[in-house]
Nanobody, 124 residues
Framework: QVQLVESGGGLVQAGGSLRLSCAAS????????MGWFRQAPGKEREFVAG????????DYADSVKFRFTVSRDNAKNTVYLQMNSLKPEDTAVYYC?????????????????WGQGTQVTVSS
């Protein structure tokens, strides 16, 4: 089992920045591909970004590319999502998730473990 706890959400004005953190405990953190997802009211949960075990590969949704950066610190069992140039359409609950392989990283059904989510609200 892997337990995931997100933090760092909040209210920010458009154009601002936030950094989300996701602390993992349980099994060996570096064994997992880590993903960030978000879910806005009335919408499905969607892939935002993901990072492989050593940070050598990162994937991004087109909507956040060049604005968001995913990173991880295996010594701290933590994955981060740096969000810059935030837009009102980025408003959502953000979740981190873990999966055991680095293939097929976009579908949420591929992830085995989930955090409880953290709210990000971007005002215009």
């Amino acid at each position: 089992q892997v337990q995931l706890v997100e933090s760092g959400g909040g209210l920010v004005q458009a154009g601002g920045s936030l950094r989300l953190s996701c602390a993992a405990s349980g099994r060996t953190f570096s064994d997992y591909f880590m993903g960030w997802f978000r879910q806005a009211p009335g919408k499905e949960r969607e892939f935002v970004a993901g990072i492989n075990w050593n940070g050598g590969r990162a994937d991004y949704a087109d909507s956040v590319k060049f604005r968001f950066t995913v990173s991880r610190d295996n010594a701290k069992n933590t994955v981060y999502l740096q969000m810059n140039s935030l837009k009102p359409e980025d408003t959502a609950v953000y979740y981190c998730a873990a999966k055991s392989s680095w293939v097929n990283v976009i579908p949420r059904t591929q992830y085995h473990y989930w955090g409880q989510g953290t709210q990000v609200t971007v005002s215009s």
